[in-house]
């Protein structure tokens, strides 16, 4: 099998010049099959020709002698090929030699390769010196090729130049640093760079900028450096003419009495003396992103679509916001950005800002006073009636959510018997069983798992899902995202992040939290692939810090007032109707084709924001794209999430333990106790609280587990059942299972502290090891 996957011809020929072994290689060289050329002899094979050319080297080998040699051999097709060919002998003890093996390698590519390299020689050597520039080549001496160019440069050929004369003809001042690069790169084996001034042969100076590139033989050994000069003196008086100029610009610039910057395509790049004693943050601090930090919240979205839209279109653009003073005080700011060109094209903007915080005062309480008290009245009718439709919505998500967390409670039972049947019998059947039914019960299996998952999303939403929470760095959670939005988005997508300075921290399931943005980042695409442009587009995510007052919480179904970190969303597809954002965060609702969503995304982020007492907000309009913001409480305090208990990778089995199981779904019972039992444990079962206690009291030996469902008939919880149960025996310990986390042991979606849970619909594997690892705890 070794010698039938190598592409070389392998064959074993014995002293009589007949094959007695061939590799698959020779089928397909010579058309043969494999049998048909054992015992034959070579010249019936290989034809007269190649036999005779061969013949010597047979004579050598079957002497004793290892030969090799390069041959054209005859090919299937007719045509022929370059081989390079290696005979063996095959001693006996005696040194006598029974045979030869032959290793037969095609080399027509190699053969090509070199004949293709003299040409490509020749083919520089003519490009180099029709080429306008200085060109040269290096070896380990020195200068070994020049071209024209070079020669009218320096007045010398190349013969001349060989050796260190070539450091004649460039400028004193210049040679130190061009002699260091380049013995950096011999030792490195990099390219290198370099600008300098050379003589030209007439006396005159010169700018070149020098490019030099590595080249290697074979073993990948460094032999020299093919290099090339451009004329760059032009550009370099230009460079000392723009640095003149951007002195003066300066000059002028830290004397306005307002603030002035200049931005590129990575922020700020310059900013005046005036931004500076605003802002409070030297020259140097403001470089880069830094001034997003700066503007209030509220005005953040605003610039920047804004600016992104002129970015674009490569427009003025103007704007009014809120920017933080350095002694905390919020100012109003009119700012005027105008597009500047560079060499390059379009470069950035120049922005220039005026105060005009006074102005808005007074144009704010001109217009309070000229307000009639109708306009008062009809202004407090909206507000009654936006207060009152915010609580008919609140109340509204509160009822589908009681619903959708109910449903998902009995399905998690109907789901574990399900799904833990399907994994018994695959278990059963194992892996040699009928591969339809193996096919049937995979294909079973999968889709149990997806109707897990669509619960899950119900759950999410109705906030009954257990969480995780921990304190999180937003902006280390989107930077870690940056390669999973890339892969699921495409590469149509632009993906940035604004990432504010000085961050407060938050506590979420950092899990959860991730499948929310990735949610919003999915509808973003599809929203932005339903515009004409057919499916490109730029996703935004930016972070800040914000404070929610009472007026905000009351227009918006009550959210708590206070410290928040807000992450956006933002997208610039076909934008939602005002119907469509009142409806978009019901289950099911989507405005996809059928087949192409559930409709649960963004009700799953819903939800779990909502449950980690945030708020979500949408800002949407046709056409003009959708921001969908984040809003999470500050964390305050140190306070440290819980590291996750390692689970075992292979369940074990029972070493001789009770255990006891209260669950009153009658095929999750007998599920749960068919499992355990599998696993070799003593299993006591019982219906309902009452029974499991009786049960109890009755067991003489030792029980070591409970494992119970929270919800149970009879009017005694599983919580209860737990409290009876360790008043009888201390040492228990108890395990619970529920469909859902709106429960005695979980609230605000956390567990209780000391209460192990196991949520439904559990696996085989994950309840054995869930209960060998609590057994084995002290």
């Known amino acids: 099998l070794v010698a039938d996957s190598l592409p070389v011809l392998i064959s074993y020929v014995d002293a009589d010049r007949r094959y007695r072994f061939n590799n698959k290689a020779y089928e397909d060289w010579f058309g043969h099959?494999?049998?048909?050329?054992?015992?034959?002899?070579?010249?019936?094979v290989l034809g007269d020709a190649a036999y005779d050319a061969i013949n010597p080297m047979v004579d050598k080998v079957l002497a004793g002698e290892r030969v090799s040699a390069e041959r054209e051999v005859g090919y299937k097709d007719g045509g022929t090929r370059f081989v390079h060919i290696e005979y063996m002998p095959d001693r006996r003890d005696d040194g006598s030699v029974a045979g030869f093996y032959a290793l037969v390698r095609d080399i027509s590519e190699s053969k090509r390769a070199?004949?293709?390299?003299?040409?490509?020689?020749?083919?520089?050597?003519?490009?180099a010196d029709s080429a306008p520039s200085p060109v040269w080549v290096t070896n380990e001496s020195g200068i070994e090729f020049?071209?024209?160019?070079?020669v009218e440069l320096a007045g010398l050929d190349a013969e001349a130049l060989t050796g260190g004369k070539w450091m004649e003809i460039i400028h004193p001042d210049d040679l130190a640093e061009a002699l260091a690069l380049r013995a950096r790169a011999w030792a490195t084996g990099q390219g290198y760079g370099y600008d300098a001034r050379f003589y030209r042969a007439n006396g005159e100076q010169k700018w070149l900028k020098v490019s030099c590139g590595p080249r290697f033989d074979a073993s990948n050994r460094l032999i020299g450096y093919v290099g090339m000069a451009l004329d760059v003196t032009e550009a370099k008086r230009a460079e000392a003419e723009l640095r003149e100029s951007e002195a003066r610009f300066r000059a002028m610039a830290d004397n306005a009495p307002s603030p002035v910057w200049v931005t590129n395509a990575d922020g700020i790049e310059f900013a005046n003396r005036a931004l500076a004693e605003f802002t409070g943050i030297d020259v140097g601090g403001l470089i880069g992103g830094v001034w997003m930090s700066l503007i209030h919240p509220d005005d953040l979205a605003i610039v920047h679509e804004r600016r992104s839209h002129a970015?674009?279109?490569?427009?003025?653009?103007?704007?009014?916001?809120?920017?933080?003073?350095?002694d905390g005080e919020w100012r109003w700011l009119s700012a005027s950005c105008n597009p500047r060109e560079g060499p390059g094209g379009f470069q950035g903007y120049?922005?220039?800002?005026l105060d005009v915080t006074e102005?808005?005062?007074?144009?704010?309480?001109?217009?309070?006073?000229?307000?009639s008290l109708e306009a008062r009245v009809d202004a407090a009718i909206a507000e009654r009636e936006r207060a009152e439709e915010a609580l008919?919505?609140?109340?509204?998500?509160?009822?589908?959510?009681?619903?959708?967390?109910?449903?998902?409670?009995?399905?998690?039972?109907?789901?574990?018997?399900?799904?833990?049947?399907?994994?018994?019998?695959r278990r059963h059947i194992g892996d040699e069983g009928e591969a339809r039914l193996l096919r049937a019960l995979g294909n079973a299996q999968v889709g149990a798992e997806r109707a897990a998952m669509l619960t899950q999303r119900l759950l999410a939403f109705s906030r009954r899902q257990p969480l995780n929470p921990r304190p999180i760095d937003a902006n280390k959670l989107v930077t870690g995202m940056s390669e999973l939005l890339h892969r699921t988005l495409g590469e149509t997508i632009k993906v940035e992040t604004v990432l504010a300075a000085g961050l407060w921290r938050i506590e979420a399931d950092p899990n959860q939290l991730e499948n929310a943005i990735l949610n919003l980042a999915v509808n973003a695409r599809d929203a932005m692939a339903a515009n004409e442009s057919g499916g490109g587009g730029k996703l935004t995510i930016e972070t800040a810090n914000t404070h929610l007052d009472r007026d905000y919480a009351r227009r918006n179904g009550g959210v708590p007032a206070g410290q928040y970190v807000v992450i956006c969303v933002s997208d610039i597809g076909c934008g939602m109707s005002a119907e469509t954002v009142a409806r978009a965060f019901e289950p099911f609702f989507t405005t996809k084709d059928v087949g192409k969503g559930t409709g649960l995304g963004l009700s799953m982020a819903y939800g779990f924001v909502r449950q980690s007492g945030g708020h979500l907000k949408i800002y949407s309009e046709e056409g003009e794209g959708t921001t969908v913001r984040i809003y999470l409480p500050r964390l305050l305090g140190e306070e440290q999430g819980a590291e996750d208990q390692p689970v075992p990778a292979v369940p074990e089995r029972s070493r001789d333990e009770t255990i006891l199981v209260c669950e009153d779904d009658d095929d999750v019972r007998a599920y749960t106790v068919e499992v355990l039992r599998e696993l070799g444990y003593r299993v006591l079962e019982a219906h309902d609280g009452p029974s499991a206690l009786r049960l109890l009291e009755r067991q003489e030996g030792t029980l070591d587990l409970l494992f119970t469902d929270v919800v149970l008939p009879s009017g005694m919880t599983g919580d209860v059942l737990a409290r009876e149960a360790r008043a009888r025996r201390p040492e228990l310990k108890i395990l619970f299972t529920t469909g859902y986390a709106r429960d005695a042991i979980v609230h605000h979606?956390?567990?209780?502290p000391g209460v192990e849970l196991i949520t439904k619909p559990f696996a085989y594997a994950d309840l054995a090891a869930r209960v060998r690892d609590m057994l084995d705890r002290d």
């Open 33 to 44: 099959k494999r049998k048909a050329l054992s015992g034959k002899h070579l010249r019936d």
């Open 114 to 127: 070199e004949a293709e390299l003299r040409e490509s020689e020749a083919r520089f050597r003519a490009m």
């Open 146 to 150: 020049v071209n024209k160019a070079y």
């Open 311 to 326: 970015w674009d279109a490569r427009k003025p653009y103007e704007f009014e916001a809120r920017f933080r003073r350095h």
């Open 350 to 353: 120049v922005g220039m800002a």
């Open 359 to 371: 102005s808005r005062r007074a144009q704010e309480a001109l217009r309070e006073l000229n307000q």
């Open 392 to 425: 008919r919505q609140s109340q509204k998500m509160e009822a589908v959510g009681q619903l959708t967390g109910g449903i998902a409670h009995d399905f998690n039972n109907l789901l574990t018997v399900i799904a833990g049947n399907i994994d018994i019998a």
């Open 749 to 752: 979606g956390r567990l209780d």
